[in-house]
């Protein structure tokens, strides 16, 4: 099966009716990978696949509109009878594991280790999932946030979780395919940048070099059409808006 991108959730920072927080599906050459757990993706998901079908998760940083629906998935698995085949891999930074934990009121997370497989994320790391080769860049946000790169067959899939502006980012999304990225802001204060504009995010397709944009997690300072169309005129190449429910082939 050739690559998509199933939109579960856009949202910042709160999910609304029909429209939750980040979240995504990324199927292809067997793997399934939720990519972000924003709250009320959990259930977005099952209408696209089984979660005990799941071969992998990937966590961008540990807010709550990227990574709350973990506690979904761990009911489901822990008390719902869903649980998967094998522990499914959670690449997640570091303290994920004891977050979860701590929502159960437990120091560990060992009760769930026929669920999930936390492995650490660093700057740099890669993995081959499957036939995917999946790499990781920390990028700038106010806490340790990585943005994510998925190479499959030459297919490029670049992610940029929530993130300022940065080299990083722009050198991972080199060459993409699709890049999903952030225009949360309708412009920067003061302070070092956690978030892009639109045009920020414009900026940065076109110093990548990417074929197609689109455009996520537009805060409440912007609508999403206004977002899109700024990043368009930006980037100079073709901008579109992620929505819910929508799968993306690449
Ligand atoms: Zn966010």
New binding site residues.
Partial sequence: MPLSLTVLGTA??YPRPGRP??GYLLRGAGAEVWVDA?PGTFAELQRHTDPDRLTAIWIS?L?A??SADLLAAAYAFAFGGLLPPAPIPVYAPMDCALRLAGFFGRADIRFLNGAFDFRPLYDGHTVRHWNLRLTTRAVAHDTEAYALRVECQGTVFVYSG?TGPCDALTELASGADLFLC?A?LDRHGKGEPA?MTPEDAGEAARKAGVRDLFVT?VGPSLTREEATARAAAAFGGPARTAREGETIPL
């Fill in positions: 910042s920072p927080c980040s924003g940083h807010h509109d990227h929530d952030e949360d978030h997690h």
